[in-house]
């Protein structure tokens, strides 16, 4: 029996009643009852309230073993701009859907269903290799039409606007914009300009909500849980989008997040994020079951903020000295591109059984597949 229906029969309450209470129609109800059809955000939020929260995404949906596991829906929304609007079950939905894209040996899979109707763009107007690949081939093994614009040959150079580039967009009926921008809240603009789901791959120094989901997917795979782990994130906590990212979801996950930086590279208020801050490596890296290292972000820098590359290697930069205030099974994570011999040394980024580099770089694909459809599910919903 499913849980609504059980949770109804207690209440004493026929299915009928029931549907009235969300304004639906009783076979409505019946559909999703028998997982036939997904509620939308707004039927799925009104179940939550009518059962008093008895009733949750989590207990709604089925999932079964990661290996075969069933897509659960999210009903986070039609757009993925930020982490904080995703709850510890959304998270988990995203998650268990990319297990499904990977074989028990390591290897993509390709999506049993076809979306060779729909469209995903890749508006990019910072450079980034890793990120667009990723996406281009997340959305071509879902089976979807891509387009990469050209912002350089584009008529964003010769003068066009964002929001006239927005209603250029909408005239092409994409399913799916994807856009990086240097400065904050791009994405959120043209999310409220666009008819088509909106992910944010980057925005400024606000987040960059796949990457952590990524990150949270590797951490899962090799340590089995997030919950209860300690993590260090350290370097150029500042101008960090990641750094945002990775505190607001690794926390609501239940784990604990140290961020480690020089007092020039530490914003304030980064603690309100529930991180404790740290300016001594071998402090935040204690008993640490996973160390974080991030790029210096020298592109949004204006002034000095380190004495010299060599300087913030001796003091921040990891090592395998360095690395031994952590745990002995201590994992190491970069979000890339490395500087070596600047952020972490070139004999640990190269060392296969310390560092999950080439983790991150392959379960993007996977991740981003996931809230692909997530996303193409709440857009058919």
Known sequence: ????????????????EFADK????????????????????????????????????????????????QFKKSFFGTDLLSIEVLNANEITSILDRSEYFIKPYGTLLNSQKNYKNRTLINLFFEDSTRTITSFELAAKRLGMNVINMQIETSSIRKGESLIDTAMTLNAMHPDILVIRHSLSGVPHLLADKVRCAVINAGDGQHEHPTQAL??????????????????????????????????????????????????????NGI???????????????????????????????????????REYFRFYGLDIIKLRYAKRDALVMHPGPINRGIEIDSQLADDIDRTLILEQVELGVAIRMSVIEHLISNIEN
């Not at 996973?290 to 010299?308: A, D, K, N, T």
Request: hydrophobic share 40%.
């Open 22 to 69: 969300l304004d639906i129609s009783v076979a409505t109800l019946s559909r999703y009852l028998s997982r036939d059809r997904v509620p939308k955000p707004k039927i799925m939020r009104k179940i939550i309230e009518a059962t008093g929260g008895v009733i949750t995404p989590e207990n709604f949906y089925f999932i079964g073993n990661y290996k075969d596991v």
């Open 271 to 309: 603690e309100n994020l529930g991180a404790r801050i740290y300016n001594d490596m071998k402090k935040g890296l204690e008993n640490t079951d996973i160390v974080m290292i991030l790029r210096l972000q020298h592109e949004r820098m204006h002034g000095s903020y380190i004495p010299s590359p």
């Open 214 to 267: 990524l990150d949270a997917l590797v951490i899962r795979r090799r340590k089995g849980k997030i919950k209860g782990l300690k993590v260090a994130i350290c370097g150029d906590i500042a101008h960090s989008r990641v750094a945002r990212s990775n505190i607001k979801l690794l926390t609501t996950m239940g784990a604990k997040v140290n961020v480690i930086a020089p007092k020039t590279l530490m914003p």
């Open 1 to 16: 029996m499913h849980p609504l229906d059980e949770w109804i029969a207690n209440q004493v309450l026929t299915r009928k």
